[in-house]
């Protein structure tokens, strides 16, 4: 069964330093997304990306975050200089319908640790 | 805003107990509601969903039904299994041209025992 993979599983780094989340979405999806969770707090959404540009974004989703489809493959989050804050668990997830109606299927998301 | 309230955890049950996770809603509109579920190491999985109301979301025991008059959808089970063992998000998507995100819940932990 198809499914969304990201890497890396965990990440440790420390203050300051940009981060590179990975994602790889389903083939045929054509919505891509970023939530996180801080641990003990809802799943927040950050972002979604349609036809190689952001569609919405949260007020999260400030300067230091960016998302980028580099390839036909491959859809990134960085984090150009990350705070004690960003600590969470980052969640990707990739639906195939439109928006509004389509099933969003998630990865396992990428644990980032920031000292 | 949207916002999604769901009881907190863990829930912790004995094998064939029944399972009840309470999930209330604030939303504008007939939001589309879900239930997710991450089991240990995975993703989050699709459980169930009901798009309008008294709409009933069933799958692989589970059910929730969409309650419009108190804003609910509560997630109930039978029969839990060790199994069953995991967090449950609840979740609404607003309906409407553009409106893609999910709002989600906390989580509820649900631990079963033998």
């Known amino acids: 069964e198809p499914e969304v993979t990201q890497t890396p599983s965990h990440q440790v780094t420390q203050m300051g330093q940009e981060v590179i989340l990975r994602c790889v979405p389903i083939?045929?999806?054509?919505?891509f997304y970023w939530y996180r969770q801080i641990l003990g707090q809802k799943v927040e959404f950050l972002v979604s990306?349609?036809?190689?540009?952001?569609?919405?974004k949260s007020e999260i989703f400030d300067d230091q975050f960016s998302v980028e489809r580099p390839d036909g493959s491959n859809f990134t989050l960085k984090i150009r200089s990350t705070k004690l804050e960003d600590s969470a668990m980052y969640f990707c997830?990739?639906?195939?319908?439109?928006?509004?109606?389509?099933?969003?299927?998630f990865g396992e998301g990428s644990r980032l640790t920031v000292l | 805003g949207n916002s999604v309230t769901q009881m907190e955890g863990p829930v912790t049950l004995s094998e064939e107990a029944f399972l009840t996770i309470n999930c209330t809603y604030t939303?504008?509109?007939?939001?589309?509601l879900f239930w997710y579920v991450q089991y240990p190491g995975e993703g989050l999985q699709l459980l169930l969903k009901?798009?309008?109301?008294?709409d009933k979301g069933s799958n692989k025991g589970f059910e929730a039904t969409y309650r419009k008059e108190t804003t609910s959808f509560h997630l109930e089970k039978g029969s839990v299994q060790v199994s069953d063992s995991a967090v449950y998000f609840c979740?609404?998507?607003?309906?409407?041209?553009?409106?893609?995100?999910?709002?989600f819940g906390k989580g509820t932990m649900l631990l079963v025992s033998p």
């Open positions: 990306f349609y036809n190689n540009e952001i569609s919405e």
């Open positions: 939303a504008t509109g007939y939001p589309s």
């Open positions: 009901a798009t309008k109301a008294d």
């Open positions: 979740a609404l998507r607003p309906r409407g041209t553009g409106y893609s995100t999910l709002t």
């Open positions: 083939s045929n999806h054509l919505y």
């Open positions: 997830a990739s639906s195939e319908g439109t928006a509004n109606t389509g099933e969003l299927f």
